[in-house]
C-alpha cells in the first residue's frame, strides 16, 4: 500500500485444526513460548498496523483472552476461509484502504518480510497480491497458477490435477487486499464441492474474471511461510523461531554451545559474554546480564532477572526471582518468588518452599548470604545481609535470620555465640 493509503488487518483463527488432534484451539498451541496467534500478532503490530481484528470461532473466549487490545470477529459456523473473512465485513466492508489478510497458524513470517511485503504491493497497481514461496514439497498447499507476474489462480492440493500438483510454488495464505473490492468479489465465490466450504483463494479467480490484476511475490526463505495444521510441523515452527532467537543472542556476543539443546523464547535478553550450556530451557520475559554461567540442564521461567557473573548451574531452576551479581546457584535448586542479593552462594540443593497450598510467598536473601546445602526457605522468610545456614537447615516462614547470624538445624535455630569468644 502506498503511504496515502490507510492499511488494516485481519488474522483468521477460527479453524477448528481437526489435524491437530486436540481439544485445545490449534492457535493457542505454542511454539517457541507463545501461541501461534500472538506470534502473528506480534508480527502484523511490529509493521505499524494499528487496526486489526482477529476471526475467533464459536466458544473460544480463550482465544480472546490472548490477544489483548485487537478486536475480534466471531464466525459462528466454520464454514472455510472466505466465510471467515466475510464475517469481517461489519469492520472492513467500507474501508477505503488495504487490507492484510493472515492465517494465525503460520507463526514463523518476519515482520520485515511482511514490510517488503507491502511496499512492493503499494508500487503495484494489483487490487490483490499473495505471498508465496518455492518449496521442495509443497504438499499440503494450495498452489499458485501463474501467467508471467500475474496469478490468475490457487488451486487448492485435493482439486488440484496431477500437473498442477507439481508446481511447487505455494499460497502463504497472506493477502494484500484492495478491501472493497474484496468484499464485492467475496459475495460472487461458491461453496468448494469437495470440502463444502467457502475457499479465499477461490477470490483469486473472482478477481481475474473482473479484469483485476493480482500479484505474487515470492519470499526467499520459505521457512517464514510454514503453516501449522499438524503437531509435527508445530515442533517445525518451534524450531525455526528457536533458532532465529539464538543466531541473534550468537550475534550479540552469547555463547551457545549446543543450539540443537538450547531452547530461549522470543525477547529474552541476554548479556555479552555469558555462556548458555546444553539442555538450558529460557522463558518468555526472562533478562541475564553479562558474563553468566547457565546449565547444562538450567530452567529460568518467566518473570526473572539474572545479574552480571551469576552462576545458574545445573538442575536448577529459577521463576519469578531475581538474582544478584556474581551470586552462585551452582547445583539442584529451586529459586521461586525470591529476591537474592549480590555474592550469595546458594548451596547444592537449596530450596525455596515458595507455595503453602494457597498462595506464592516471597524470600529476601540478602547480599553476601552463604546458604549451606539442602538448606529449605519455608516462605515468607528473610535472610539477613552476610547470615549462614549450615547444611541441612529447614528455615520456617516468618522465622527470619538476621544479618550476620547462623541458622542451623531442623528447624533452625539462631547459633549464639559462646560467651568469651569473638
Ligand atoms: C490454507 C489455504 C492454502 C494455503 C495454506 C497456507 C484456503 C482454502 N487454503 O489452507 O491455499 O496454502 O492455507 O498455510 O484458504 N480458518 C478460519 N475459519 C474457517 C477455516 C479456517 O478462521 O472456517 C482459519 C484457520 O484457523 C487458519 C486459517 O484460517 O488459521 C487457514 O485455515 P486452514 O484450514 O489451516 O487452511 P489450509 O488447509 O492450511
Ligand atoms: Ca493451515
Not at 373 to 380: F, H, I, S, Y
Amino acid at each position: 500500500m502506498s503511504a496515502k493509503r490507510p492499511l488494516a488487518a485481519l488474522i483468521l483463527a477460527a479453524g477448528r485444526g481437526e489435524r491437530m488432534n486436540s481439544e485445545i484451539p490449534k492457535v493457542l498451541h505454542q511454539a517457541a513460548g507463545f501461541s501461534l496467534l500472538e506470534h502473528v500478532v506480534d508480527a502484523v503490530r511490529q509493521t505499524g498496523i494499528r487496526r486489526i481484528a482477529v476471526v475467533v470461532g464459536p466458544s473460544q473466549e480463550k482465544v480472546r483472552s490472548f490477544v489483548n487490545g485487537v478486536d475480534t470477529v466471531v464466525q459462528t459456523k466454520r464454514l472455510g476461509t472466505a466465510h471467515a473473512v466475510m464475517q469481517a465485513r461489519k469492520q472492513f466492508g467500507r474501508w477505503k484502504g488495504g487490507l492484510l489478510v493472515l492465517p494465525a497458524d503460520a507463526p514463523c513470517v518476519k515482520p520485515e518480510t511482511l514490510c517488503r511485503f507491502i511496499k512492493t504491493h503499494g508500487k503495484s497497481l494489483a487490487s490483490a497480491s499473495i505471498l508465496t514461496a518455492e518449496v521442495n514439497d509443497p504438499k499440503g498447499y494450495g498452489r499458485v497458477l501463474r501467467r508471467g507476474d500475474q496469478v490468475i489462480g490457487i488451486r487448492e492440493e485435493l482439486d488440484a490435477s496431477p500437473s498442477e500438483r507439481r508446481i511447487r510454488e505455494i499460497n502463504s495464505g497472506i493477502y494484500l487486499f484492495d478491501a472493497l473490492k474484496l468484499f464485492r468479489q467475496l459475495d460472487r465465490i461458491k461453496q468448494n464441492r469437495k470440502k463444502k466450504e467457502y475457499y479465499l483463494t477461490d477470490v483469486i479467480e473472482a478477481f481475474r474474471s473482473s479484469g483485476e490484476s493480482v500479484e505474487g511475490h515470492r519470499v526467499h526463505d520459505s521457512k517464514e511461510l510454514l503453516g501449522v495444521n499438524t503437531r509435527r510441523e508445530l515442533s517445525v515452527a518451534h524450531q525455526i523461531l528457536n533458532e532465529r532467537e539464538l543466531a541473534r543472542h550468537s550475534k550479540q556476543g552469547v555463547s551457545i554451545l549446543d543450539p540443537q539443546q538450547t531452547f530461549i523464547a522470543k525477547g529474552v535478553t541476554i548479556g555479552r559474554d555469558t555462556v548458555i550450556h546444553p539442555f538450558t530451557w529460557i522463558e518468555r520475559g526472562v533478562s541475564i546480564g553479562r558474563k553468566c554461567e547457565v546449565g547444562p540442564f538450567a530452567k529460568i521461567r518467566g518473570g526473572s532477572q539474572i545479574g552480571d557473573e551469576v552462576v545458574v548451574g545445573s538442575f536448577v531452576e529459577v521463576v519469578r526471582s531475581k538474582v544478584g551479581s556474581k551470586t552462585f546457584v551452582k547445583h539442584l535448586s529451586y529459586l521461586g518468588d525470591a529476591q537474592v542479593g549480590k555474592k550469595v552462594n546458594v548451596g547444592a540443593g537449596t530450596i525455596t518452599a515458595n507455595f503453602d497450598g494457597r498462595r506464592k510467598n516471597k524470600t529476601v536473601v540478602q547480599d553476601n548470604v552463604f546458604l549451606g546445602c539442602n538448606t529449605v526457605l519455608v516462605a515468607p522468610v528473610t535472610v539477613g545481609k552476610g547470615a549462614k545456614t549450615g547444611a541441612g537447615a529447614v528455615v520456617r516462614a516468618r522465622h527470619s535470620i538476621p544479618a550476620g547470624k547462623t541458622a542451623v538445624g531442623i528447624p533452625a535455630v539462631i547459633l549464639q555465640k559462646k560467651r568469651g569468644r569473638k
